[in-house]
Nanobody, 116 residues
Framework: VQLQASGGGLVQAGGSLRLSCAASGSISSINVMGWYRQAPGKQRELVAQITTGGNTNYRDSVKGRFTISRDNAKNTADLQMNSLKPEDTAVYYC???????????WGQGTQVTVSS
């Protein structure tokens, strides 16, 4: 499985960005797609994830601001980020989990910077 992430950038506080992740390869094995982030000096943390069936999970700090969506036909997972805050600044990573293989795949990171 290969994951290609795009859509990061620089935005002012209160602004919006949309991240996109496209999966290719053995995509039939993927159950969950998600987005993680890692700020300098901090551990990578889950931001949001979505199952094949559309069930979602968000970290508390982004609930009501971020929305994850998935297009199973296109093998994509997008993260719409609204009302961005400086503390959302991080490198964001797309992920995909295949439960049959107990394998997590990672895309390259994309930088999101929110200025105050």
């Amino acid at each position: 499985v290969q994951l290609q992430a795009s859509g990061g950038g620089l935005v002012q506080a209160g602004g919006s960005l949309r991240l996109s992740c496209a999966a290719s390869g053995s995509i039939s094995s993927i159950n969950v797609m998600g987005w993680y982030r890692q700020a300098p000096g901090k551990q990578r943390e889950l931001v949001a994830q979505i199952t094949t069936g559309g069930n979602t999970n968000y970290r508390d700090s982004v609930k009501g601001r971020f929305t994850i969506s998935r297009d199973n036909a296109k093998n994509t997972a997008d993260l719409q980020m609204n009302s961005l805050k400086p503390e959302d600044t991080a490198v964001y990573y797309c992920s995909a989990f295949a439960s049959s293989k107990l394998q997590t795949y990672w895309g390259q990171g994309t930088q999101v910077t929110v200025s105050s």
